[in-house]
């Protein structure tokens, strides 16, 4: 169905694999294309609670954009071409459901601005994370400027996005870049069982919360708090609010619906 990805569904887990493993899942415009539509088909499936993002082989997650197309790029296809993926990109970053990017090697330029758009990370202990985009004489376009800082802060930020050089799995998980370090052969069974604890969680608590802590990293404090409050309360309403606080008072497990 898709020529550059692979989409499956296992119960309320997700699962999208960009599926280039010969060109080191180096992402081309018509991944880009069919990511976003397989976001359409995530954010209308509500039986869905989490979207895990992988790449196919051993070797990388996405070794950046497909610098055959970057060869073509020109300042009107670089403003075009950096705006569609940010927009798809941020489309992940504002799904409803968490998202958890499994790095399973190389996450390079796009790469890891497709990584950082996504809400969790977990990275293979053989994975190496970088924005390499000055090296080849341009600058990140996906969100790395951006989103980079906002995870690790702008000291470390520009030293990556100045330098181009990627850092190891270790120095990532030091940095805050990563949540996790996993075996290599682990990697997807750690994600499954992350996605599993969240699937696990009330779904409004967990998308409002989600939201809120978004939020932090634009605008004022007073505007930040004023949002995170009004989705507390919007939590308050929820049944799964109700069934949470009953089954803490009456010492017992919580069956959550999700309403
Ligand atoms: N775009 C297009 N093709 C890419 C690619 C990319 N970003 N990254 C790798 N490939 C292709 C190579 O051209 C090669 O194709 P070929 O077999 O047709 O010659 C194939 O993937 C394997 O690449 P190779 O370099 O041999 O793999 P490696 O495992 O030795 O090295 C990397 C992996 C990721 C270190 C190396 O491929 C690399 O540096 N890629 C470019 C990274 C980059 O600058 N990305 C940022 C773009 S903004």
Request: with cysteine; net charge neutral.
């Amino acid at each position: 169905m898709y020529e550059n990805i692979i989409f499956e569904i296992d119960g309320s887990i997700a699962t999208l694999i960009i599926n280039r493993p010969d060109k080191r899942n180096a992402v081309n415009n018509a991944t880009v294309e069919e990511i976003d539509q397989v976001l359409a088909q995530v954010e209308k499936n509500l039986e869905l609670r989490v979207l895990i993002l992988t790449g196919a082989g051993e070797k990388a997650f996405v070794a950046g954009a497909d610098i055959h197309e970057l060869d073509k790029r020109d300042t009107l296809l670089g403003r075009s071409e950096t705006r569609r993926r940010q927009e798809v990109y941020t489309r992940i970053e504002q799904l409803e459901i968490p998202s958890i990017a499994a790095i399973n090697g190389w996450a390079l330029g796009t790469g890891l601005e497709l990584a950082m758009a996504c809400t969790l990370r977990l990275a293979s202990s053989k994975a190496s994370l970088g924005q390499p985009e000055v090296k080849l004489g341009i600058t990140p376009g996906a969100g790395g400027t951006q989103r980079l800082p906002r995870l690790i802060g702008i000291g470390r930020a520009m030293e990556m996005i100045l330098t181009g050089d990627p850092v190891s799995a270790e120095q990532a998980l030091a940095m805050g870049l990563v949540n996790k370090i996993v075996a290599p052969d682990r990697l997807l069974s750690e994600a499954k069982k992350l996605a599993e604890t969240l699937a696990s969680r009330p779904r409004l608590a967990l998308q409002y919360a989600k939201e809120a802590v978004l939020r932090s990293s634009e605008g004022s404090l007073a505007e930040g708090l004023a949002h995170e409050s009004y989705l507390h309360a919007l939590s308050c309403g929820t049944q799964d609010k109700k069934e949470g606080v009953a089954s803490f008072l009456q010492k017992r497990d919580p069956k959550f619906t999700g309403r």
